[in-house]
């Protein structure tokens, strides 16, 4: 199975600030790579996928990138409503992982 | 539009089965890669099954042997048998629709149904 993980597992960041989050996969799985955001008691929602492209409607403050083994979701000024979790997943082969997550707190 | 949801979530004691169901509105389930995707209290998410359009089915092992995914074309809708319950199977289960192409990608999900696995 494709192992992916996420750092950090927590992040402490304010309004406007620039975050990165990185997800290591344990072998190269091309760009078979989604990001999604959860946010408490709701359904995860696909921000990025093929590792670099923005899922239409999802403000342009997030961007993706990476190929192979190694990616990252950046969001560029955090806003109020983007504090929550964030996943990646695997789609490259069965059976589909997904990242432990990244709890993004406010300051 | 597009909307998943699910129903049949409940407690339920260990050993026993439980069937869920994901009703879908606005496109057909059948002509779609459909996975359930689970989450237990505080957890992450875990990939359960899927059912290609084709009908070939894929399960984490985990659920392996236990869980059988199905669904039922004239009531266009997905269904997640789930026997020989464990505590470890409680969790928020969500279907979810993958899109396949190029590329591939979950862009759909329901709201989730919770199943409690507990005497």
């Known amino acids: 199975d494709i192992q992916l993980t996420q750092s950090p597992s927590f992040l402490s960041a304010s309004v406007g600030d620039r975050v990165t989050i990185t997800c290591r996969a344990s072998?190269?799985?091309?760009?078979?790579l989604a990001w999604y955001q959860q946010k408490p008691g709701k359904a995860p929602k696909l921000l990025i996928y093929a590792a670099s492209t923005l899922q239409s409607g999802v403000p342009s403050r997030f961007s993706g990138s990476g190929s192979g083994t190694e990616f990252t979701l950046r969001i560029s000024s955090l806003q109020p409503e983007d504090f929550a979790t964030y996943y990646c997943?695997?789609?490259?082969?069965?059976?589909?992982?997904f990242g432990q997550g990244t709890k993004l707190e406010i300051k | 539009e597009v909307q998943l949801v699910e129903s049949g979530g409940g407690l339920i004691q260990p050993g026993g089965s439980l069937r869920l169901s994901c009703a879908a509105s606005g496109f057909t389930v059948s002509s779609n890669y459909m996975s359930w995707v689970r989450q237990a209290p505080g957890k992450g998410l875990e990939w359960v099954s899927v059912?290609?359009?084709?009908?070939?089915?894929y399960y984490a092992d985990s659920v392996k042997g236990r869980f059988t995914i199905s669904r039922d074309n004239s009531k266009n809708t997905l269904y997640l048998q789930m026997n020989s319950l464990r505590a470890e199977d409680t969790a928020v289960y969500y279907c979810?629709?993958?899109?396949?192409?190029?590329?591939?990608?979950?862009?759909?999900w329901g709201q989730g149904t919770l199943v409690t696995v507990s005497s």
């Open positions: 979810a629709t993958e899109f396949v192409g190029p590329t591939r990608y979950f862009d759909c």
């Open positions: 059912l290609h359009s084709g009908g070939s089915t």
């Open positions: 997943q695997q789609l490259n082969s069965y059976p589909y992982t």
């Open positions: 072998q190269g799985i091309s760009n078979y």
